[in-house]
Structure formats: C-alpha cells, structure tokens
C-alpha cells in the first residue's frame, strides 16, 4: 500500500472509507465523490454516499488532492474532520456535499490553490453571519487561484471575494438572484482572472468593473435571457486578451460593436439568440464581414438563430483557420458552397434544417478530409452522396431524422469510413439495418432507436429473428465488441438480438419501448451487464418458455388454495378450514389441456404473520389474484380491504396486472332474494356483489390516474400559450380532441362493469387507448418542438420532456380486473370462465411480454431439478401444443444427458449451500458464474429463494430465519 499514489473510489455506495485506505501513507490523490470527472452538475445516482470521514483521515500527510464532491450528506459532519492536518493539500472539492457553512479548517490549509464549494444551496452566504464570518478566513489563503462559488444562492457579491486577489478561475453561475445586484460588487481588483463564468445569474446589464479585468481569457455570460437587450452597451472591446466568449441563450437581437474589437477571439458561441443578421451597425465594417476579421477564430456556434441564407463568404467563409462550426437549425435552404472552402473543419452541424437536403446546392464536402464529425440530423437529405465516402477521418456521424435517406441506406457502402466511433440512424424508419454496419470495428456508439414502422416494426423483427443472418450477412453486429453504447429503444422488438451475447464491451444498452419477450423483466431491470450475460447463457442452448408466475392473494379463509386445487384438476375442491397455508406454498401446473400456458403459482397465506414475506415474492412480470370470499355479508368493509391488498400489491409492483376472483358462491343462496336458490338467482346476486366491488375498484383506479391526467391538463393549458401554428401541433390538437372524446365515451360506459366482469381485458380497452393516444401526444410533441421561434421550441422542448414523464408514469399506472369464477357444490360455477379469463392474460402480450419468451436451458434445468416433477410426455401432446411440447422435449433431454445423480440430489434437498450446488454444476457444463446467475434469475422469478449478497435478500434471511 505505501507505493500506491492515487485511489478512487468515486460513484460506489461507500459509508465510510475503508481502513486499508489509511495503509496508503504516501498518497497524494484520494477521490470519493459521486461526481464525473469532477462536475458536480453530472452526480452518479447511488443509493448511499459517504457521511463521515475518519479521524485518521488526517494521517495521509502527503495528500494533494481530495475530491469528496456529491456525497449529500457528509456537510453534517465535515466541521469535525481532521482535514485541517493536511497541509500539502492543493486540490480540494467539497461540491453538494450539504455544507451549511465553510469549514474553519479549510482557512488552515496553506497551500490551497483550488477549492470548489459549488451547489451547496445551504451555504446561503449572504444571509447568515456565522456563515460570513467562516468565507472572511478565506482571505488568508494567498495561494488559492480556483474558486467555485456556483449554485449556492448567493444574492449579493460578498466583500472578501474582492480580496482574493491571486485568484485566476472564479465561477458564479446558477445563482440566480446575483445578477440584480453584481454591478455594485468590486471585483475590479482582480486583475489576475483568467476565467470568470457568471452563466445563469439573472444578469440584464454587463458590470463596468468587467471591463478592469484586462487579463481575461474565458468569460461566459450565457443563460442570462434578458442580458441581450443591454450588452451593447457594454464596452467590453478592450478585453484585448479574450479567446473564449459565450453569449448564448440571453435574447440577443443584433451583435453588439465591440466584438469587432476582440481580434484575438477563438471561440464564439452566439447560439440559440434571435439574429436575423450579423451585422454590426456601428463597426465601420460593410455589413457583416467583422465576422471575417476574426482570423483566429477555431469555433463558432451560430445555431439556433433565423439567419437562413444571410450568412454569406464574407462573413465566414475566410475564417480558414475555424475547426468547428454549428449552423443547427438556422434555416438554410441550400448548402453554401464555401463551406468546402473551410479545409481545416474538424465540425460540422448543418442539423435541423429541414428544407436543406440534396443534392446539397452543388456542393461538395469531400475536400475537408480533417472532418471527424458531421451532423446531419433531419437535414432532409435523401440520399448518401458520393463525397461523404472521401471523409475517411469521420469519427462521428449522425443521419437520423432523415426518412427518405432510411429508404436507401442499405446501399450506401459507409462501411468504407472505418474510423467511425459514433453512428446515429435514429428516426429513420428504416426497414432493415445495412449489412455495412457490421464492417464499422472501432463504432463505440450506435444509435438504432425509434425506427418504427406503426405496431409492425420490421426492424424489430429483422433484430430479432433467427433469420437474422439473410439480413445482416450472419451475426456481423457481433463482431463489434469495441461498442460500449447501443440505443435499440422504440423498434418493436420482441426479442433482444443474440449477438447482443457478444458485444463483451458494452456499457449501456437501451431496451426501452419494446415489448420484449427475451430477456424477461427481471434480467432487463438489472441493466445491460445482465442481459448481456443472459444473451450469452442463451448461446448455449435455449427453448421457448409459456411458465407464467401466478400469486394468489387475500384473507385468510378466502379460499386461496381451495381455488388452486380446483384450477389444477378441474374439479371443484374444498379444503378443510382447519387446513392452513404456511406462508407460501409454491406449485406449478398447466392451465387446460389446449393451452401452451404453465402457471408457477404462489399460494400466499393470509394471516397476520405471514404478511410480511409477501413483498419478498413479488416481482414483475407476475399475475397477482385477489381472492375474495365474496358471501361476506359486509360489501363496505369487504371493499375497502380489497383496496389495500391493490395498495399493496401496487406498492411493491407499480403497474401489476390484479384479477379479483369471488368465491364461497355456494353459501350466497341464504342471501338471495329468490328463496328457490335458482342458478339464474344466484347468478344475478353473485353479479351484483361483484359489480359492488366493480365499482369500487374503479374508483381507485380513476384515483390512482387522475393526477396524471392533471398534469397533462397543465400542460397542455401551457401549450395553448405557445402560439404555435405548424402542421406538429394541429396534429397535436387532433390528438388531443381524440383523446378527451375516449375519456367522454369511458366516462358514458362506465356503468356497465358486466362487460368487464366477462373478459377483462375489456377492462383495460379505455385506458390502453387512452395511453396509446397520450404516447402519440407525446411524439406529436416531438415533432413540434423542431418548428416556430427559438421560444416557442425551448418551451415546446420543456412540455415533452413533461409529458415523456407522464407516459412514462402512465405505463406503470394500476390495471384491475374483476371476474366471477369460484365453485358452487359440485357444478365447478365461474371455474371455466376464470381459466379462458387467466389464459388470455397470460397471452397478453402487452401485459406479459416475457411469456413465450427464451430462456437458457441450463437455468430451465435446475428449476426442473428444484421442482422435482416429471414434465409433459410428447405422445400425450396435442397438436396445438407443438412448440410447446418441443420446449418440454428439449428441457427433458437437456436434462436427462447432463445432469448427475448427485446434482438431483442436492437440488431436491430443502436447501443448500450455493458453492457446493455450484461445484455440482460445474461437472454439468456451467460455469461458477452461470450457476450463480441462474439462482439470481430463479429467484426473481420465483422458483427458489436464493440468499445472495443483494439487500433484499439478506433482509429476506433474517425474516425466515428469525
């Protein structure tokens, strides 16, 4: 440990650090924030974050540099910490760490030269004279040149800043009240400031001590909306040494003369402002050509503002020296052909200008062979020109957006730029991906997302059919294992393409928006590390899988197992009363004879003391029944009890699938108004207690969604505000008359809960329309938001990115149904009626997606040997149960040839040590890390509990075993 130098810790779930760190005595750079790469804008999400430092922390005398940023909770305690003993530190970041105010230690450090104490919202320096007192210390560092002062709430300039004359870096952005009251501060005196950034500060008018500040090489005056009408009474032309300047997103009308002045400018970000020209009336140059003065100028952002055809060559065609240039969404109708002029781009944005497209007004970009990247995202081009094949140096490149280029892509022989990194072909309605994709080796990021045909998307089938190699000329996405990003959200797949197994370097893997069938839920909630060793478990064999967890719920005596034994014969069976259910009984059965459907049902007891483990069995992707004995003379107290078992189950599973089943129809007879006690009495009784629990279930429903179609309402008052007029929002409009006409019709239709009570998946008819309509509104949006004035597109941006949320919410919104099937004496009443109902929501695909879907048959083989129970023969299959019977064919062989007596053995025990279970498999073809998966999946699944090192299984142990 004494020769270790640097340790980093940072974005795992540390509460304290460890003992061995204290080992490492002559470290000199120790990191255990949560931020990335030292922005504390961009905080890793983690569940727990360090909240105490040591006392021996300040042993590690040699320490230079300390990076505790992110971890909210640690300002508490930070006050006491022994950090004041290391006095070699120059680097510290105490960043959303929750400080109330300045450590005095911090003053006591001699050698500081950077300190960040950035969006501590607490810190609140200005208002608290404990507070103010602790900042005054820090006018005895003498060697600080850093200082990070951002997203704190400051509201005036304090004294001290003024003081801190060495400093060289000051950054005050988001503190949003500053600016009112900055152009009384003096700040003048530092005259060493190299960089200052006041983005987002409420500015309106530029400072006159901005202009003393002669040494400034970076100043950045972005996000302040209304600074624009003023600046051009600035005078900030004698910033001779200025080489960065951003003045984006503050309302600038016209360019301000002095920028003319600023002839050592190189960088210029003017984006996202309201230009209509570049000219500066009062520079004494011809129109706009103070832009081309600019001789060293590397980058320039102009995107954003109406400029259209305005710019010409004069203006920035001889800027020969610019290596970056984004002309995004500035309304070019053409390509200008100086463009090609610019030898020495490295980046090009010409994104959004939908009316652009080919043949590129004759213009040709093959001689900038430095580009390395372009972006052509909803550019209108339709086709790949011949040029774009020259730029051999591409690293990043974005087509997507551009739907006629999608028709033609297959042919456009971009394989050839084989230095690409990044590759966008989002939004193209692409039928097929390009067999040249697979010849791209170094692609690190490849964006396939939201190329949908309606429901039949043909890519999602393409990726995902075992046909893939017609397509794809074998697995050829496979051999791309440099790529660490792959976006396939939004393209109907049904399945995650194999070679997924393959890619050994991806990060990230976006499944979003598909109705997947492969991998199941459990494995894509755990993120592409897991589907990733899922797909390649499934290399290994694999079968169609129809198991269907099923969980019965409800009160003890409800008649949970007696319904169960009755699904599994087909008779109708009673249990005695004195026959209670052990917390959970698991047992696995087929629905009917002419269903592929196998259901693994959790029989839970009811009691008090069971209630507990119930969570510890949920999981998605499960069927929940609530079952009820519906001959309770009580319907009001009943009712509410049923609602808190939905509370319950939603909970634990936002979105579960809920059928409630009544029961003890046979004892109803005493309460039925026909004393004859006919079927057609006791029918009509039974549908009108089950309407009663209709009702109700309904209006919990409609409780759970209406603050989601609240806040859709809010939104959409605030888009009516807009004034948008573009074809995006009449369909936008269309929709939303669309939608409000369904909730008219659900509203009128809500009475007849008989439909509802039959099949209940007319349950969910309304609100899967009602969703679909709002995921239109949604991408209606998105449309939108591409059209109309820069204001009118940030707030259109806003309003999406709400109502993205709101989707989101509504698809993991309560979905309920009730059904009449119990038993009546020896006629089996309902029974039928709920084992079609259970089949065709096991069928479902929008609801269980994972059913059908392929499984490893390794994990298949050790949930039959913990099953213990023989599967179907084939000779007693029918032939509606072809692909079924294949499946259990081949889980039967897979089994019979690879594993071992002594394997059955342990896995018919009642439970058993991991590693020995392990060292068995092992002999079977598994590998250690396999076995282990495969328990982790048998236990989401419910097949096993499996004690692993997650939390929730360790406070699972501690239930069962206590």
């Avoid at 995902?464 to 393209?491: H, R, Y």
């Avoid at 209630?611 to 069995?617: S, Y």
Wanted: charged share 20%.
């Amino acid at each position: 440990m004494t020769k270790i130098h640097t340790i980093k810790l940072g974005g795992n779930d540390l509460q304290w650090l460890p003992q061995s760190v204290r080992l490492a005595t002559n470290l000199r750079v120790l990191h255990v924030g949560h931020c990335v790469d030292g922005d504390q804008t961009a905080v890793l999400e983690t569940r727990q974050s360090l909240s105490v430092l040591p006392d021996w922390i300040g042993e590690l005398s040699g320490l230079q540099t300390l990076i505790l940023g992110g971890n909210d909770t640690l300002g508490l305690k930070i006050g006491r910490a022994g950090v004041g003993g290391l006095t070699r530190l120059t680097t510290l970041d105490l960043s959303r760490i929750g400080l109330c105010k300045c450590p005095e230690w911090v003053s006591q450090l001699p050698g500081l030269q950077t300190l960040n104490l950035g969006s501590n919202r607490e810190l609140r320096v200005t208002r608290n004279s404990t507070c103010m007192a602790s900042f005054w210390k820090l006018t005895s560092l003498k060697t600080l040149t850093t200082l990070d002062l951002s997203g704190i709430m400051l509201e005036n300039c304090p004294k001290w800043l003024g003081q801190l004359v060495g400093l060289q870096k000051l950054k005050l952005s988001e503190n949003w009240h500053l600016g009112q009251n900055l152009r009384k501060a003096s700040l003048g005196g530092l005259i060493k400031l190299e960089t200052l950034d006041l983005a987002d500060i409420g500015l309106f008018e530029c400072p006159e001590w901005l202009g003393q500040l002669k040494g400034l090489h970076t100043l950045n005056l972005r996000l302040n909306r209304s600074l624009g009408q003023r600046l051009g009474e600035a005078s900030l032309g004698v910033l001779c040494r200025l080489t960065a300047l951003d003045l984006s997103r503050i309302g600038l009308a016209e360019c301000p003369e002095w920028l003319g002045q600023l002839l050592g400018l190189q960088t210029l970000n003017l984006g996202r402002n309201k230009l209509t020209t570049l000219d500066c009336s009062h520079t004494g140059l011809c129109k706009d050509q103070w832009v081309g003065q600019l001789l060293d100028l590397r980058a320039l952002d102009l995107s954003f503002n109406p400029l259209g055809e305005t710019i010409g060559e004069a203006c920035v065609g001889r800027l020969d020296r610019l290596t970056s240039l984004n002309l995004h969404g500035i309304g070019l109708c053409e390509c200008p052909k100086w463009l090609s002029q610019l030898t020495g781009l490295q980046e090009l944005s010409l994104r959004g200008d939908l009316t652009f497209g080919m043949p590129f007004g004759g213009a040709s970009f093959g001689e900038l062979t430095g580009l390395t990247t372009l972006d052509l995202f909803r550019s209108g081009v339709c086709e790949c020109p011949e040029w774009m094949l020259e730029l051999t140096g591409l690293q990043m490149l974005s087509l997507g957006g551009n739907l006629e280029l999608g028709k033609t892509l297959g042919g456009a022989r971009l394989g050839r730029l084989n230095r690409l990194t990044a590759l966008d072909l989002s939004h193209m309605e692409l039928c097929e991906c390009p067999e040249w994709l697979g010849q791209l080796m170094e692609l690190q990021k490849l964006d396939l997302s939201n190329n949908e045909l309606g429901r039949n998307n043909e890519l999602g089938r393409t990726l995902g059919n075992e046909e893939l190699g017609k397509t794809l000329g074998g697995a050829c996405l496979g051999g791309l294992t440099s790529l660490t990003t792959l976006d396939l959200s939004s393209i109907g797949l049904c399945e995650c393409p194999e070679w997924v197994g393959q890619l050994t370097g991806l990060q990230t893997l976006n499944l979003k928006h598909n109705s997947l069938k492969t991998p199941p839920p459990v494995i894509v909630e755990k993120g592409t590390t897991a589907i990733v060793q899922y797909m390649r478990d499934l290399a290994n064999g694999r079968v169609p899988c129809y198991v269907l967890k099923m969980m019965l719920l409800g009160d003890p005596g409800g008649g949970k197992s007696s319904l169960l034994d009755t699904l599994a014969s087909g008779i109708p069976t009673r249990r005695p009363a004195e026959d209670r259910t052990p917390s959970v009984d698991v047992k696995m059965h087929r629905i009917n004879e002419s269903s592929r459907l196998v259901l693994n049902t959790y029989d839970a007891g009811g009691h008090e003391v069971y209630r507990a483990t119930h969570r510890f069995f949920m999981s998605p992707g499960t069927l929940y029944v609530l079952v009820v004995d519906i001959a309770n003379p009580g319907p009001s107290e009943q009712s509410e009890q049923i609602v808190k078992w939905l509370e319950a189950v939603q909970s634990q599973v936002p979105g579960a699938a809920v059928v409630i089943v009544g029961t003890h129809v046979d004892e109803i007879e005493d309460y039925a108004d026909d004393s004859t006690g006919t079927v057609e009495s006791l029918s009509f009784e039974v549908h009108a207690r089950l309407s009663n629990i209709d009702t109700r279930v309904m209006q919990w429903e409609d409780m759970r969604l209406s603050h989601l179609r609240e806040a859709v309402r809010a939104a959409e008052d605030e888009l009516e505000n807009v004034g948008n007029a573009s074809v995006q929002m009449n369909e936008w409009r269309a929709l939303r008359e669309q939608r409000d006409a369904l909730l008219v019709d659900a509203h009128r239709d809500s009475g007849q809960s008989v439909c509802r009570v039959l099949d209940p998946r007319l349950a969910q008819a309304y609100k899967q329309h009602e969703y679909d309509v709002y995921s239109g509104v949604s991408e209606a949006l998105a449309r939108a938001r591409q059209c109309g004035s820069e204001d009118s597109r940030i707030k259109l941006s806003q309003l999406h990115e709400e109502m993205r949320a709101t989707v989101a919410c509504w698809e993991r919104a309560p979905r309920a149904a009730v059904t009449a099937a119990s038993f009546h004496k020896k006629s089996g009443w309902g029974v039928e009626c709920l084992m079609d109902v259970l089949d065709k929501l096991g069928g479902d695909a929008k609801i269980f997606s994972a059913v059908g879907g392929r499984q490893p048959l390794n994990y298949l083989m050790l949930q039959r040997l913990f099953a213990n129970e023989e599967t179907a023969s084939v000779d007693e299959a029918q032939d509606a149960q072809k692909l079924q019977v294949e499946g259990e064919a081949a889980i039967k062989r897979h089994t019979a040839e690879y594993s071992t007596p002594e394997l059955r053995a342990l896995c018919a025990r009642p439970f058993v040590a991991a590693s020995v279970l392990a060292d068995e498999a092992c002999k079977c073809g598994m590998t250690r890390e396999e076995v282990y998966r495969a328990l982790e999946f048998l236990h989401e699944s419910g097949y096993v509990l499996y004690y692993g090192k997650s939390a929730r299984n360790e406070e699972l142990q501690k239930i069962v075993f206590t």
